[in-house]
T-cell receptor
């Protein structure tokens, strides 16, 4: 199994409070991703990183920010949590994709279940 | 606009029979397709993939078929086993010359294999 951990694994918080989720990898992969999983929506990309201090938005980035100060850590922050951000959050890692005929699959962490009351 | 669609939210099959999970996509730029499997309270795990230059890829009991003209792919599991009961996600990606591996996921199909 790829060495990916997420913390915390479960969190309950109140609307308006800041929340930070952490993803830690031991694989030295270049790319890191944050997804949320919701019923009827599958997995949707929030933000991703292609290197230290290099990040970009995904399809559902509003209300979220990220930071990557070290190769191994990728943080997801909800500046002011809302009930619509109640979800299961997954971190993933991958190597670069170098050609159109190849692919390096993403490896996922165990997830963080976040409940915003 | 959902670029990757899994129109069957659930599927139930008998142990030993074939399971067929379907996936449709709209973006003709997609050039690699993957299936992930997810058990409750765990992260998704990679199952099998296929490049757009192929129409079939096989790995043990799992086979993925790609029909580019129909923008359709399917995952066949033969024979199905109770341990295959999980949510299956179809995913697709496009190579635009950059090195990113961004995936677009479908909504998932819950497979239940009955003993």
């Amino acid at each position: 199994d790829a060495g990916i951990t997420q913390s915390p694994r479960h969190k309950v918080t109140e609307t308006g409070t800041p929340v930070t989720l952490r993803c830690h990898q031991t694989e030295n992969h270049r790319y890191m991703y944050w997804y949320r999983q919701d019923p009827g929506h599958g997995l949707r990309l929030i933000h991703y990183s292609y290197g230290v201090k290099d990040t970009d938005k995904g399809e559902v980035s509003d209300g979220y920010s990220v930071s990557r100060s070290k190769t191994e850590d990728f943080l997801l922050t909800l500046e002011s949590a809302t009930s619509s951000q109640t979800s299961v959050y997954f971190c993933a890692i991958s190597e670069s994709r170098m050609t159109s005929r190849s692919y390096n699959e993403q490896f996922f962490g165990p997830g963080t279940r976040l409940t915003v009351l | 606009d959902q670029q990757v669609k899994q129109n069957s939210p659930s599927l139930s099959v008998q142990e030993g029979r074939i399971s067929i999970l379907n996936c449709d996509y709209t973006n003709s730029m997609f050039d690699y397709f993957l299936w992930y499997k997810k058990y409750p309270a765990e992260g998704p795990t990679f199952l099998i993939s296929i490049s757009s230059i192929k129409d079939k890829n096989e790995d043990g009991r799992f086979t993925v078929f790609l029909n580019k003209s129909a923008k359709h792919l399917s995952l066949h599991i033969v024979p199905s086993q109770p341990g295959d009961s999980a949510v299956y996600f179809c995913a697709a990606t496009a190579y635009y010359g950059g090195a990113t591996n961004k995936l677009i996921f479908g909504t998932g199909t819950l497979l239940a294999v009955q003993p």
